[in-house]
């Protein structure tokens, strides 16, 4: 149904809502991953273990089973005070909420993007809201993010009577970079890893090889870890950085079987290489860079 519907779904995109308006039936992903094997991240030891449920990793330091190396993932717990947290949320909801795909709600704060033409445009994007300046500015106590300058800023809001979720892809490649930082501020969560699969070309992740790597970290070879599924915790008012080869090489997704209540996050994105100065293509961007310097 490429038509959007009055829940915000369109194409293959669903929720609840529109599921049962429309009789839709959608695959039992959550079901079929658990069918492969599964590991879950801990944050406190940088390796995962062997199980789905991703509590597991509140058991450090006494883990069970055999770990693995999954590269380009940091997780911070406690990024946010409590007290941080809630001002932010009251903040937000102060904000208007916009009817977004897969049963979300979205607060969108960036240019406009055409992927497929590899269009850029300033569009109505005139910076960020004033009270969740802070968050940016604690990026700058976490060494990873040096350098990181926020082109988009998105509120994501997900609740179990819509269905809400997130279908398995990798964000684009042509203009968001290497860092994908994401901060929850309500609600525990996860987030889930699969191999990629696809073409080379899907998401523009043939232009990667052209970039110089922003993050200059030496990964452990992950490719003989075959189809196996990896679950990233996200506990509230953490802070999560996608990079590297969890970035490029692993397609990430939420399902709705693990939204237990109200759940709210930022999605945070930067520019590629060449849209940053002195990137080829950054003539283009100095607009843009400039409003994303202002908070209204």
Request: charged fraction near 30%.
């Amino acid at each position: 149904m490429e038509t959007p519907r009055a829940c915000g779904c369109k194409g293959i995109r669903t929720c609840l809502i529109c599921e049962e308006e429309f009789n839709i039936c959608k695959p039992n992903l959550f079901k079929k991953l658990q069918e492969l094997p599964s590991y879950v991240y801990c944050p406190h030891c940088d390796k995962a273990y062997p199980g789905w449920d991703v509590n597991i990793f509140k058991d450090h330091p006494h883990h069970r089973g055999t770990p693995i190396s999954y590269p380009g993932v940091f997780i911070k717990l406690d990024f946010l005070t409590i007290g941080e947290a809630d001002e932010l949320l009251m903040d937000l909801d102060d904000l208007p909420w916009d009817i977004s795909q897969s049963g979300r709600r979205k607060q969108n704060y960036g240019p406009k993007c055409n992927f497929k033409k590899k269009k850029l445009r300033l569009g109505d994007f005139n910076g960020f809201p004033t009270t969740t300046k802070f968050v940016q500015e604690k990026f700058r106590d976490i060494p990873l993010l040096k350098g990181f300058r926020t082109i988009e800023q998105c509120s994501l809001e997900y609740t179990r009577e819509r269905g809400a979720s997130i279908d398995p892809h990798i964000d684009d490649c042509w203009i968001w970079g290497e860092r994908i930082v994401t901060v929850n501020v309500l609600e525990d969560s996860v987030l889930t890893m699969t191999r990629f699969r696809g073409d080379e070309g899907k998401y523009n992740r043939n232009l990667v090889s052209t970039y110089p790597s922003v993050v200059k970290e030496q990964y452990s070879d992950d490719k003989n870890l075959g189809d196996i599924v990896v679950r990233l915790p996200m506990p509230k008012r953490s802070l999560m950085v996608l990079y590297g080869p969890s970035r490029y090489d692993w397609d990430h997704l939420v399902f709705r079987e693990d939204i237990d209540s109200r759940r709210v996050c930022i999605a945070y994105r930067e520019f590629t290489p060449p849209y940053l100065p002195p990137g080829e293509r950054s003539h283009e961007t100095v607009e843009i860079l400039k409003k994303a310097e202002n908070f209204w």
